[in-house]
């Protein structure tokens, strides 16, 4: 880990800090792109900072590089019972946020719904418009659909409200898919 990501991390993951930089942290964190990837796997892993994987699931969304190690940590983070829904549902935002629903999907049956439905949903809500993200896509949506009819209702409620923003961007890479 560089100093800079050191010093940031701490910061970012378990905002406690009181000061003129207060949220400014994440931001930091995720304009260091790369550098920073490290850090908050060993942060989901636990290796590194007791708490703060809500936080660092979401700033590798942010980020959204994806790299064996990142997809590993995240499926662990989403698949681990003893940790809570909340680190959960993140992990699996994250992991579609980074293109992969089918490692969400392929889990659906050992799942909790909700985190089913919140990971598969985060693609078109408002966290998406924040930090890098790819091409909007319905297809991981149909798919769960298709596959998991009983959680019709659950992306329904789900989807209600706080969408992401649709750029003339976004329209032309759905028309392509």
Known sequence: MTERVIEI???AVTPRYQGPLIGEHEKLLVA???EAVPALVSVIRGEHLPEGNVVAARLLAEINIETP????ALVE??????????ARSWAACALARLGRSDLILTRAS???ADIVVSGVSDLFRSFRDHGA???LGYGPLERALEEHPH????FREYLGSTHCRITAESARSRRRS
Do not use: T
Not at 151 to 154: D, Q, S, V, Y
């Open 69 to 72: 190690e990142v997809v590993e």
């Open 133 to 135: 993200h790819r091409a």
């Open 77 to 86: 983070l989403m698949g681990r019972e003893s940790r809570d829904m909340s």
């Open 151 to 154: 959680l019709e209702a659950g």
């Open 32 to 34: 260091c792109g790369n």
């Open 110 to 112: 050992e799942l909790p």
């Open 9 to 11: 991390l701490p910061r």
